[in-house]
Nanobody
Framework: QVQLVESGGGLVQAGGSLRLSCAAS????????MGWFRQAPGKEREFVTV???????YYADSVKGRFTVTRDNAKNTVYLQMNSLKPEDTAAYYC????????????????WGQGTQVTVSS
């Protein structure tokens, strides 16, 4: 099992940037695929991005070219650099983990952080 804690959310104007962090517990962190999801009020949870244990990445079309996911296995931490933020990016952002990258992409993992709120003003 793994415990996840997100941080770095806040209020930012459109066009601005934020960097989210997801700190994970456990010695097996480097073996997990790590994903980011977001959920706005009244909407279903939406896949944002995933990074494999080897560093391969995949992004939702809505964030391609603006968001970048990286990981630092020595620090047991995954980052989400968010640039050119838009009001429609406003949501609670969650990280997720699983040994199976496919489960992360599908949002089928049981390991989730508590979320961090990102609000983008016009």
């Amino acid at each position: 099992q793994v415990q996840l804690v997100e941080s770095g959310g806040g209020l930012v104007q459109a066009g601005g940037s934020l960097r989210l962090s997801c700190a994970a517990s456990g010695r097996t962190f480097s073996r997990y695929a790590m994903g980011w999801f977001r959920q706005a009020p009244g909407k279903e949870r939406e896949f944002v991005t995933v990074i494999s244990w080897s560093g391969g990445t995949y992004y939702a079309d809505s964030v391609k070219g603006r968001f970048t996911v990286t990981r630092d296995n020595a620090k047991n931490t995954v980052y989400l650099q968010m640039n050119s933020l838009k009001p429609e990016d406003t949501a609670a952002y969650y990280c997720a983990a699983d040994f199976d990258l496919r489960k992360v992409i599908r949002g089928e993992t049981d390991f989730w952080g508590q979320g961090t709120q990102v609000t983008v003003s016009s």
